[in-house]
């Protein structure tokens, strides 16, 4: 006993080193482990607020029929009845948070319609498909077909509302 | 820092005796902020995708929104969302075996110009593509920064404060469906527009689809129409053999797809 303790030295030594160690790990592991880390599992809480804060550029089909909604009736029992607003009016968010400010662009008559509806072989059989140029000669296709209701003709030539153009 | 000794030693102990994951657990239950926000639970859903085939007309309103919506680089070859466009040619007797081409310009970002023509022996047809939302997914399983995680409801998701931009994850995709930002230098990839479903829309790309070959779908609504969907169609999902738990089905896919 008197022999090991001759050089207990040794040992406290090594012992205060472990603690050291110990805590020195404890600091860093406080300090460097981001905040929420393994809340849900081995990642960032936070990081589903991160992606989650981002801004809506499409404000959606119920914010646009909250004011258009003689659009929406235009457009029932049509075809097109089931297609968001925003597939051919493009993102509108910010018409939704301010409609005085920031005003849509009307779409061209033509080649909104032909984005879906030009012919192609890859296409679904039985989808309406057309070569403008057979079709119609190259005329507006809403000389014909209402947008909001293509089974509908325009009884009168399509309105010619001046819209801002806004970039 | 400025923490009493108390405070230190009853946080340092409880990282000692807990596991990380258990001690913030109860750090957080303790501040009461158990879920993020009060009105959207996250245990309440669990998000997938349900595509039609035989709805796809390749018109690329999904590729533009999701460019707008996500603020993805409009030039080069970052996609959080592509249609590919299939041909396909069957066997001739003695002839050559079936012949698969691909093609997806721009990601179908200005649609799909013709290319073939009506009764050239081939069928062709269109295949949207976007994060599977895996519930096993490989690219999370090699993150070595805990920065790309499935969240509680089931969106893949990436935390792009941590990540370093690796790429171990865009390697590790069966699917191909991430790429590294450009400007950041971090990864990217589709999340399911996961700050527009928490708001309770629809994801941009749903949004815009004229046809309804996409929509989004939640598993743990029972009335959600994507129960319909699997049941009622013969559904696949990509690359099964890889046991993914892809949450994206695909109804009326073909054999060639890969």
Redesign the interface.
């Known amino acids: 006993m008197k022999e090991l303790l001759k050089d207990k030295e040794h040992l406290v030594r090594m012992g205060l080193l472990f603690l050291g160690g110990t805590l020195a790990f404890m600091v860093a592991r406080i300090i460097f482990v981001p905040k929420g880390y393994g809340m849900y599992g081995q990642y960032r809480a936070g990081a589903l607020d991160d992606n989650r804060s981002r801004p809506l550029s499409f404000a959606g089909r119920a914010a646009c029929e909250d004011c258009h909604s003689d659009i929406s009736e235009a457009r029932a029992g049509s075809k097109h009845a089931g297609i968001g607003c925003e597939a051919c009016h493009r993102a509108l968010a910010k018409h939704a948070e301010d409609p005085e400010k920031v005003k849509p662009v009307r779409p061209d008559a033509q080649s909104v319609c032909l984005v879906c509806h030009e012919v192609n072989v890859a296409k679904p059989r039985g989808f309406p498909q057309v070569e403008p140029k057979e079709h119609a000669e190259e005329q507006p296709c809403n000389t014909c077909h209402l947008p909001h209701h293509p089974e509908k003709s325009p009884d009168e030539p399509a309105e010619e509302t001046p819209v801002e153009v806004q970039q | 820092?400025t923490s009493t000794r108390r405070e230190f030693l009853v946080?340092?102990g409880k990282?000692?005796l807990l596991?990380?994951?258990?001690?913030?657990?109860i750090d957080?239950i303790l501040a009461g902020n158990a879920a993020?926000?009060p009105a959207y639970d996250?245990s309440d859903h669990w998000w997938g995708m349900a595509i039609d085939i035989?709805?796809?007309?390749?018109?690329?309103?999904c590729v533009r929104?999701c460019k707008?919506?996500?603020d993805v680089p409009v030039e080069g070859p970052y996609f959080r969302t592509w249609v590919e466009?299939?041909?396909v040619s069957y066997q001739e007797p003695g002839g050559e075996a079936e012949r698969i081409t691909v093609d997806s310009p721009e990601g179908g970002y200005n649609?799909?110009p013709?290319k073939?023509?009506?009764g050239d022996g081939a069928k062709?047809?269109?295949v949207p593509k976007l994060c599977n939302q895996c519930s096993h997914s490989p690219c999370t399983q090699v993150c070595p920064v805990?920065?790309?995680?499935?969240?509680?409801d089931g969106?893949v998701?990436?935390?792009?404060?941590?990540c370093m931009g690796c790429r171990y994850c865009v390697q590790a995709c069966p699917y191909g469906c991430r790429f590294i930002d450009p400007r950041t230098e971090t990864v990217d990839k589709c999340?399911l527009c996961?700050?527009?479903i928490?708001?309770g829309?629809?994801t941009?790309c749903c949004?815009?689809?004229?046809?309804?070959a996409r929509s989004l779908g939640d598993f743990k609504n029972p009335k959600d129409p994507i129960h319909d969907f699997v049941r009622l169609n013969n559904v696949q999902v990509l690359k099964p053999q890889m046991a993914t738990g892809s949450k994206t089905y695909y109804s009326g896919l073909d054999g060639s797809v890969r």
């Open positions: 820092m946080r340092t990282y000692l596991t990380p994951a258990a001690a913030a657990a957080n993020t926000a996250m035989e709805k796809c007309i390749g018109c690329g309103n929104a707008v919506e996500n466009r299939y041909h649609g799909f013709e073939y023509r009506e062709s047809f269109f805990g920065a790309t995680f499935e969240s509680p969106a998701l990436v935390d792009k404060a941590y999340s996961y700050h527009r928490t708001r829309l629809t941009a949004e815009v689809c004229p046809t309804g």
